[in-house]
């Protein structure tokens, strides 16, 4: 169910939040997708009992008002351990406090029924590489969901909850919505607080949403940062003037060639709703992708390194080989991949000033099975974070939305980029697309 | 002379600038102290010839027309070589375009006249490491100036010109500010660019001024930072209502009592002028110092790596001996030390937050021999620095003006800190403190 049906039911006492969150709860248990890694049952019938006499007082809180949502187990929610999909943290135990924007949904109204499946520590965007096991793509269970937000994806993409709140360094919200076939939105670096996640890279990592559609994450979106009033351009279903622009560098070239006519699809509904199309490039960002390896894996291995060093069997093989891997990097590559970084972004940046918004594929792919570390001579790896990891160095909000899919086969992502526009108008101009 | 008696003498022609610039370049090419590494002779004289004939046509650009100034040889100016102080760039050509703040400070007329003296690429608090020996101390020139802009205080505190840049990564404005008797403003953390400046560590690079006197200091930070007009409290000479703190923790007893003394009669008068005096804490700013010490370690090593594989013999002793130990930082060093200062920044701010400007010295010693390495158990170097770095990982503007003298010696210097206020506040408590 979409969150403003849910919201309406809701409001208009058509279903309470108990009634609401028991059927939340009794669907998460029969999860066939691993998408769930534990159930917050007890809290949360109780705050559903307190949201439900709430109501009988006429004491609306808003659109999230009894709404069940699912948390990545990678985001602190109080009284619930924070695994991070990992046997090194299963011994964890429950967050003194909510991290800040589970605080923020709360007061909202919303309620946390799930912690859900995460890559282990973030550390991948496959999503089938952690202690309980790989996550289940809803459309096709031998296939993975992407990651490392998982279960975020999964659970929305299964209909469990019609919000989910993940993590994003280098893909992990938008490639699991893209491979799921729901809406991710990277917010701008900085937009939503990281405090009470446990971190991956505290250069790049972003807090994101996922949701069924680009209108409830709108919804969410105003309540998590509320801005000025909405101008009419925000909500504007008529994307006259808006400027889009489309990279022709090799970089953005999909290997699925489904992607690269859904992708050519949503051009031609965004230019048939108004939108100048304009070929523009962004030279280097193959150095951007480059810089980001060497950023994130000094980063994860600093702080991983002590735990590395004592109890490396209690991590994933795959995962304790990459970190160990990761601590090759010295100080000098570490510092001069910020110095790049900072060149290329000023150079992308200034090449994409006159564009409103870039339009590239959210993966080169779609979602693969659990497992496969190659398709013919492409790692799945690093392909499903290269069209994700240059916006998470650029610091632009990014979203992922479902493309047309003409062949009938599993869902794909494209991936809309506000390169000189906020969230809000991202997000309009997705639902203008129907999403 | 100090910039408001100069500017009066150009504004009415009582002495031109081809007058003043002549008259300057004769006492740079005697000086005695080593503060000059290169003059700017017939551009200057080039340039003091239109602004006189501009003056003929009454276009008078400000309180710096005409006026010779002097820039650290780490700072770009176009025409001339950038050397650094060191032997590495001894074959450098000349730079193509002037840095960011040499071209303000042109288009407001002044004229550089001169390169100056620093510490070998400004990695050393003392100014007497350098391809062209030690920079010898006006008040004294068997003592160091302080550095790194040791050139800059040491071409103020002679007399050779009213103003000079400089470049502070953890004193090295304030320091030989103090050293020599003179005004030294490290301002807020990016509020002047770097753009053309020799990067020490681009984490904490300042550029900064150096004056005879706070008020000639206000007018050319007006000039390269104009704010909103000057509301009556930037300009009050009545302090009533400012609270000045004073640090109670042992990090800031100075080693010279003579030092103790000097700040202790500044708060005295800040005191007889209205301020309020509270004793406050800094928490874990020993931590800030070790923190200070990795980061700049490891950027100053990774710009310097290659040629101090390649041309060691081309650095100083020391610098070599220095940078190569500076390489030893690991990545994860860095990393944890940027996640420390985070921290800790974090911690003090909080501390400070109702405190508008922190009263300490500039450093614990005066100005020591050249070469002199330690003071009984006291090494020198860290010395010098350890008063000033933190406002540099805190970015805070810091102003070291000359404090009283009791003993008739060396000159004091007392370090103005803004924890609450701008540059132009902390030039106005300086000059109501008849500086």
Same mark, same amino acid.
């Given at each position: 169910?979409?969150? *403003?049906?849910?919201?309406?039911?809701?409001?208009?006492?058509? %279903?309470?939040?108990?009634?609401?969150?028991?059927?939340?709860?009794?669907?998460?248990?029969?999860?066939?997708?691993?998408? +769930?890694?534990?159930?917050?049952?007890?809290?949360?019938?109780?705050?559903?009992?307190?949201?439900?006499?709430?109501?009988?007082? =006429?004491?609306?809180?808003?659109?999230?008002?009894?709404?069940? &949502?699912?948390?990545?187990?990678?985001?602190?929610?109080?009284? #619930?351990?924070? /695994?991070?999909?990992?046997? +090194?943290?299963?011994?964890? !135990?429950?967050? =003194?406090?909510?991290?800040?924007? +589970?605080?923020?949904?709360?007061?909202?109204?919303?309620?946390?029924?799930?912690?859900?499946?995460?890559?282990?520590?973030? @550390?991948?965007?496959?999503?089938?590489?952690?202690?309980? $096991?790989?996550?289940?793509?809803?459309?096709?269970?031998?296939? &993975?969901?992407?990651?490392?937000?998982?279960?975020?994806?999964?659970?929305?993409?299964? $209909? @469990?909850?019609?919000?989910?709140?993940?993590?994003?360094?280098?893909?992990?919200?938008?490639?699991?919505?893209?491979?799921?076939?729901?809406?991710?939105?990277?917010?701008?670096?900085?937009?939503?607080?990281?405090?009470?996640?446990?971190?991956?890279?505290?250069?790049?990592?972003?807090? $994101?949403?996922?949701?069924?559609?680009?209108?409830?994450?709108?919804?969410?979106?105003?309540?998590? *940062?509320?801005?000025?009033?909405?101008?009419?351009?925000?909500?504007?279903?008529?994307?006259?003037?808006?400027?889009? $622009?489309?990279?022709?560098?090799?970089?953005?070239?999909?290997?699925?060639?489904?992607?690269?006519?859904?992708?050519?699809?949503?051009?031609?509904?965004?230019?048939?709703?108004?939108? /100048?199309?304009?070929?523009?490039?962004?030279?280097?960002?193959?150095?951007?992708?480059?810089?980001?390896?060497?950023?994130?894996?000094?980063?994860?291995?600093?702080?991983?390194?002590?735990?590395?060093?004592?109890?490396?069997? =209690? @991590?994933?093989?795959?995962?304790?080989?990459?970190?160990?891997?990761?601590?090759?990097?010295?100080?000098?590559? @570490?510092?001069?991949?910020?110095?790049?970084?900072?060149?290329?972004?000023?150079?992308?940046?200034? !090449?994409?000033?006159?564009?409103? +918004?870039?339009?590239?594929?959210?993966?080169?792919?779609?979602?693969?099975?659990?497992?496969?570390?190659?398709?013919?001579?492409?790692?799945?790896?690093?392909?499903? #974070?290269? %069209?994700?990891?240059?916006?998470?160095? #650029?610091?632009?909000?990014?979203?992922?939305?479902?493309?047309?899919?003409?062949?009938?086969?599993?869902?794909?992502?494209?991936?809309?980029?506000?390169?000189?526009?906020?969230?809000? /108008?991202?997000?309009?101009?997705?639902? *203008?697309?129907?999403?």
């Amino acid at each position: 169910m979409i969150l *403003a049906e849910l919201t309406e039911l809701i409001r208009s006492r058509a %279903m309470s939040p108990i009634e609401h969150v028991s059927q939340t709860l009794d669907a998460l248990s029969r999860d066939p997708f691993n998408a +769930v890694v534990a159930t917050n049952a007890e809290a949360a019938l109780a705050a559903a009992r307190e949201l439900t006499e709430d109501l009988a007082h =006429d004491a609306w809180r808003g659109p999230l008002h009894g709404v069940a &949502i699912g948390v990545k187990d990678l985001i602190d929610v109080q009284g #619930l351990p924070t /695994r991070c999909g990992s046997n +090194v943290l299963a011994e964890a !135990g429950p967050a =003194d406090v909510d991290s800040a924007v +589970v605080a923020q949904l709360r007061a909202a109204g919303a309620i946390v029924v799930a912690k859900l499946h995460t890559h282990e520590f973030a @550390y991948g965007p496959t999503g089938d590489v952690a202690a309980q $096991g790989p996550c289940r793509n809803p459309h096709d269970p031998s296939r &993975i969901t992407g990651g490392s937000s998982s279960g975020s994806a999964a659970a929305v993409a299964a $209909g @469990y909850v019609p919000l989910a709140l993940g993590t994003d360094t280098g893909c992990s919200v938008r490639v699991p919505a893209a491979l799921c076939g729901v809406v991710g939105l990277k917010p701008a670096f900085g937009a939503l607080p990281t405090a009470g996640v446990f971190p991956l890279s505290e250069s790049l990592d972003h807090v $994101g949403l996922i949701a069924a559609d680009a209108r409830s994450a709108a919804t969410v979106w105003e309540l998590l *940062a509320p801005g000025p009033p909405a101008d009419a351009r925000d909500s504007a279903q008529d994307l006259a003037g808006l400027v889009v $622009g489309l990279p022709t560098d090799g970089h953005w070239r999909p290997i699925d060639p489904e992607i690269a006519t859904s992708v050519a699809a949503t051009a031609a509904a965004l230019e048939s709703l108004g939108a /100048r199309l304009v070929e523009v490039t962004t030279p280097d960002v193959a150095q951007l992708v480059r810089d980001y390896s060497t950023i994130v894996s000094a980063e994860a291995h600093t702080t991983h390194a002590r735990w590395l060093a004592t109890r490396p069997e =209690d @991590y994933q093989e795959i995962t304790a080989e990459r970190l160990t891997h990761a601590g090759r990097v010295t100080a000098g590559e @570490y510092i001069e991949a910020r110095r790049s970084w900072k060149r290329v972004d000023a150079a992308i940046r200034a !090449g994409l000033s006159s564009i409103d +918004v870039l339009l590239v594929p959210t993966a080169p792919l779609r979602a693969t099975l659990i497992g496969e570390t190659h398709i013919d001579d492409v790692a799945v790896r690093p392909a499903l #974070l290269s %069209m994700c990891q240059p916006f998470n160095m #650029l610091g632009f909000p990014a979203l992922s939305i479902p493309g047309p899919v003409s062949d009938g086969g599993l869902p794909v992502g494209v991936q809309l980029v506000g390169t000189n526009v906020s969230e809000r /108008r991202l997000l309009a101009i997705a639902a *203008a697309l129907g999403g």
